[in-house]
C-alpha cells in the first residue's frame, strides 16, 4: 500500500472515531435501571427496629434527581477542583460548597482589600453588572454570558480551516467575603444561580445540563481569582527586588559552587523564572518544597520535527548541548540566597560556573526590563 493511502486511511479513521465517540459519557452495561424500587422492610411484631446508621439513609427523592441524566448519559468527569494558587490560599477539607480560604503572608498589607480588588476586575473583565455590591462583603452580578469551552465544527472541511463551536453558559453569581477585624485571613465563597448553556448558540435543554456544571462555573471563578492573585503577587515579589539586587558567586552551605544574593526565599523562587528563561532553559517541572527547578536547555523554545528539519537551531548563550537536563535548586540561609545549576544530579564546578557568569548577569540585569 502507498505511503499516501496509508496516510489518507488513518486520517479517515481518526476523524470518524473523533465525530463518534465522546469519552467524558459512561460506557459499557447499566443493569441498575432495570432495578425495580422494593417495597419498605415490614418489620414483624415483636421485634424491636434499630435505627439506621446515617451513611445508608437514601435520600428522598427531588425534581433534580429525576431529571438527573442516568446510564450513558452520566458524566465520568471528576468535578473541577478548587486549586491554591495563590500564596497564603487553602481550601478546607470537607466542604461542599465553592470556598476558597486565605491566610496573611509577606507582602500583602491589606489581605481582604487585595482579594476583594481582584475580584472586581475579574467579575469586570466577565462582562458582569453588579446588581448589588457591598465592598468586601457580597457582590451580585445580573445574568451574563462566558464561554466555557470550543470544540472542532464537525465535518473535514470545518476541521480543516480550523472552525470551532463555542459552548457558552449564562449565569448569575453571588460572592461573598467574610474577614475577621485583624484582617489577617479571609474566606471567599461563590454561588452560581439561574444556569443555562447554549451550545452554538442554541440553548440546551435543562434535563440535558453537565451534572456538575454549577460547580464548574464557581470552581473557574475561584480559580480565576487565585490564578490572578498568584501572578500579581510574583510581579510585586520581582518589582520589589529589582532595585540595587547584586548577585556574586559564593559557595553554598552545602559545599557547592553557588549564585548569592541577599534576599529571602520566596524572592529567589519568584525571582527564578525570569532568569532561568532569559538563560534559554524550559522549565519541565518545579516542586516549591523542594526548592527546585526541573529545566531543559533550548534557547529559542522546544521546537517541532519541522523546526529541527528546515530551520536553523537559536545559539543559546551558554556553551550546553541542546536538550541537556539541569536543575536549579534555590535555598536561603541567614538572609543569604543560593542558586546551585546541577546536571545529571551533579553540581557545575567552579570553573563552569565562572564561565556561565556573563550570561547569569545579564539575566539579574534584565529582571529591571
Avoid at 522546544?302 to 534555590?330: A, H, I, Y
Wanted: hydrophobic fraction near 40%.
Amino acid at each position: 500500500m502507498k505511503f499516501k493511502h496509508v496516510v489518507l486511511l488513518t486520517m479517515g479513521i481518526a476523524l470518524v472515531s473523533g465525530c463518534t465517540s465522546n469519552r467524558e459519557l459512561a460506557e459499557g452495561g447499566f443493569g441498575y435501571l432495570e432495578v425495580e424500587e422494593q417495597p419498605s422492610l415490614i418489620i414483624p411484631e415483636g421485634l424491636e427496629q434499630r435505627a439506621p446508621r446515617s451513611q445508608y439513609q437514601i435520600p428522598e427523592e427531588t425534581t433534580a434527581m429525576r431529571n438527573a441524566p442516568v446510564g450513558a448519559n452520566v458524566s465520568i468527569r471528576s468535578p473541577r477542583q478548587i486549586l491554591t494558587l495563590a500564596p497564603g490560599s487553602r481550601v478546607e477539607e470537607g466542604v461542599q460548597a465553592s470556598v476558597l480560604a486565605f491566610d496573611a503572608v509577606e507582602g500583602v498589607s491589606d489581605l481582604p482589600a487585595w482579594i476583594w480588588d481582584e475580584v472586581e476586575r475579574v467579575l469586570a473583565a466577565s462582562g458582569a453588572t453588579l446588581v448589588e455590591h457591598d465592598r468586601e462583603s457580597r457582590a451580585v452580578t445580573d445574568s451574563f454570558r462566558i464561554q466555557q469551552y470550543t470544540r472542532p465544527r464537525q465535518g473535514f472541511f470545518n476541521r480543516l480551516r480550523g472552525r470551532r463551536v463555542a459552548v457558552e453558559t449564562e449565569q448569575t453569581l453571588i460572592v461573598d467575603m467574610t474577614a475577621p477585624a485583624h484582617r489577617r485571613s479571609a474566606t471567599l465563597s461563590v454561588n452560581a444561580q439561574s444556569i443555562s448553556q447554549y451550545d452554538d448558540g442554541r440553548r440546551v435543554p435543562q434535563d440535558q445540563l453537565p451534572a456538575m456544571l454549577q460547580r464548574e462555573i464557581e470552581a473557574d471563578f475561584l480559580n480565576t481569582i487565585s490564578s490572578n492573585l498568584n501572578r500579581r503577587y510574583m510581579q510585586g515579589r520581582v518589582a520589589a527586588v529589582q532595585t540595587d539586587l547584586e548577585f556574586e558567586l559564593l559557595e553554598s552551605p552545602d559545599g557547592y559552587p553557588a549564585v548569592a544574593f541577599a534576599g529571602d526565599f520566596n524572592t529567589g523562587w519568584v525571582i527564578m523564572p525570569g532568569i532561568i528563561t532569559d538563560l534559554g532553559f524550559v522549565i519541565d517541572d518545579l516542586n516549591q518544597t523542594e526548592g527546585t527547578y526541573y529545566t531543559e536547555y533550548q534557547p529559542g523554545g522546544k521546537r517541532g520535527w519541522f523546526s529541527r528539519l528546515f530551520r536553523r537551531s537559536v545559539r543559546g548563550p551558554l556553551d550546553l548541548p541542546r536538550g541537556t537536563e539541569v536543575n536549579f535548586s534555590v535555598d536561603e540561609v541567614n538572609g543569604i540566597v543560593y542558586i546551585v545549576p546541577m546536571i545529571d544530579g551533579n553540581a557545575l564546578d567552579q570553573a563552569q560556573l565562572e564561565s556561565w557568569a556573563p550570561a547569569l548577569e545579564d539575566a539579574f540585569r534584565n529582571l529591571d526590563q
